[in-house]
């Protein structure tokens, strides 16, 4: 098999080891230590300013984190040593609103399914969880089934992520009080606001609980705080879900959204909601697609690049310990390639946290009773990040994900859920890791043979079950 990164060492002399066997995984590893120390000495001599060692040791630590993972997924191992590359994670389980088919639905009889305890997480508790996870990944979404921007600390937690150079993105209704100053200032790359409809009355047919003016207040406020701060974030995105009763305003919205000055407005079709309220029916016709008011531009700027070096301590030493030793520390298990089953791609590349610190693999929710959904995997402490990946759960999800066979020993428990999931919902973002190592690397230090390699690795492709 070969994977990606053998590819990438094919095509780059300077990284090139050609005795090495790379479907011996120690060898692999080995190799892979080489590949962090040439790729962080070929971005120190693009960037050769002060300050920027940091940035160099932290790039190159997540590339070689990406081709870690892109391994594992290709040789379907049970236990990992990479870390997510991507990571999702709730401020705050609660939310004011009661949209049908949501787990804060106002219908008892849907929501009561949930396994889904009220909590809200501390800054404390999400900068350990940052320092573990945050050097190896790209991207966070700061949000699942809560809403995000009910934690009054929210810019904070974006700060804190941005201090290990990861995009950032929200999703939330805007339909609370915001502190737009203080969000724009946290350079938040990308504000998902979910708006469907363009009246009052259209909006509140399914936003239950939502003050449509309070939403579009709440978006000029924003847009005046990019231009007071003389900023071009975040990223503003008008999502429209298209249903029976609001497709008639979908032309309403694209005027509202440029004359307000949104960047973007995505009209999408929403999974059907009328298991809870039957009276809401999706739009089967409807303008489908997204409106694009403004160029894309790259999210990295200068000033993040420099704000890791506050964290230059952290970066240092895991920049330092060895992939041939973290794989030495997993016991050494996972030998060789094994037959391409099919598997979840979730299980390689991702890592939920909701705000009790619980941790699941994908963005679907825990469920009770009468139909189950064990998807808890572990419970994050603030140190126990090897533990948290590799759990009990976690590995065994990726073993049975592969064969589909349960042992007797196995059935004898709760199975992980991903082990019977048919499911594969869409991540909030792609794991686009290429695209990510281009935009952070504006001088183009790292050789484009590697983003060809990462762009064609199937695990960061757009098809999450291969
Ligand atoms: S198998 Fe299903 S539950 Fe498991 S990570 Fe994938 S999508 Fe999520």
Redesign the pocket.
Same mark, same amino acid.
């Given at each position: 098999m070969l994977t990606a990164f053998r590819r990438f060492l094919e095509f780059d002399p300077e990284v090139r080891l050609p005795s090495i066997k790379l479907l011996d995984v120690s060898g692999f590893f080995s190799a892979l230590d080489k590949f962090q120390r040439d790729s962080f000495r070929r971005l120190r001599r693009r960037y050769p300013e002060p300050g920027t060692d940091s940035f160099c040791k932290l790039v190159a630590l997540k590339a070689a984190n990406a081709f870690a993972a892109d391994y594992h997924f290709r040789n379907r191992h049970a236990a990992l040593v990479s870390r997510p590359v991507q990571l999702q994670m709730d401020p705050t389980n609660a939310c004011h609103m009661h949209c049908p088919s949501c787990l804060h639905s106002a219908n008892a009889a849907w929501a009561s399914r949930f396994d889904w305890p009220s909590a809200t997480l501390g800054v404390g508790e999400f900068d350990e969880f940052c320092n573990e996870f945050g050097p190896f990944a790209t991207g966070i979404a700061l949000f699942r089934d809560g809403e995000p921007l009910l934690h009054r600390r929210f810019p904070e937690f974006v700060t804190l992520a941005k201090s290990y150079l990861l995009y950032t993105l929200t999703s939330t209704s805007l339909s609370m009080r915001v502190d737009a100053e203080s969000l724009v200032a946290s350079g938040l790359d990308r504000l998902v606001a979910a708006i469907d409809g363009a009246s009052v009355a259209t909006y509140s047919r399914y936003r239950r609980g939502g003050d449509f003016g309070l939403v579009i207040d709440n978006l000029r406020a924003i847009v005046r705080a990019r231009k007071a701060q003389s900023s071009q974030k975040p990223w503003l995105v008008w999502q429209f879900l298209a249903f029976e009763h609001n497709v008639h305003e979908v032309e309403a919205a694209t005027r509202l959204a440029r004359q307000i000055g949104i960047d973007q407005l995505v009209v999408a079709k929403p999974h059907s909601v009328e298991h809870d309220d039957p009276s809401i029916k999706v739009a089967e016709a409807a303008p489908f697609g997204e409106t694009l008011f403004s160029e894309p531009r790259n999210w990295c700027e200068s000033t993040e690049r420099a704000s890791v070096t506050r964290n230059a301590e952290r970066i240092d030493a895991i920049f330092s310990e060895s992939w041939a030793d973290r794989y030495g520390a997993i016991g050494r298990g996972e030998r060789g390639s094994r037959p391409a089953n099919s598997t $979840?791609s979730?299980?390689y590349y991702s890592l939920t946290m909701d705000a009790a610190r619980r941790i699941t693999?994908?963005c679907?929710p825990p469920m009770g009773p009468p139909e189950p959904r064990h998807?808890v995997y572990a419970k994050f402490n603030g140190k126990n990040t090897a533990e948290v990946v590799n759990s009990f759960d976690a590995t065994l999800?990726r073993r049975q994900?592969r064969s589909g066979r349960p042992s007797d020993v196995d059935l004898a428990r709760r199975l992980p859920?991903?082990i019977t $999931?048919t499911?594969?919902?869409p991540p909030p973002m792609w794991p686009d890791v290429a695209g990510y190592l281009l935009s952070v690397d504006e001088r183009r230090a790292l050789p484009a043979a590697m983003h060809v390699a990462l762009a064609a690795s199937p695990l960061f492709a757009r098809s999450p079950k291969p």
């Open positions: $979840c979730w299980l693999p994908c679907l998807l999800a994900c859920y991903c $999931c499911e594969n919902p």
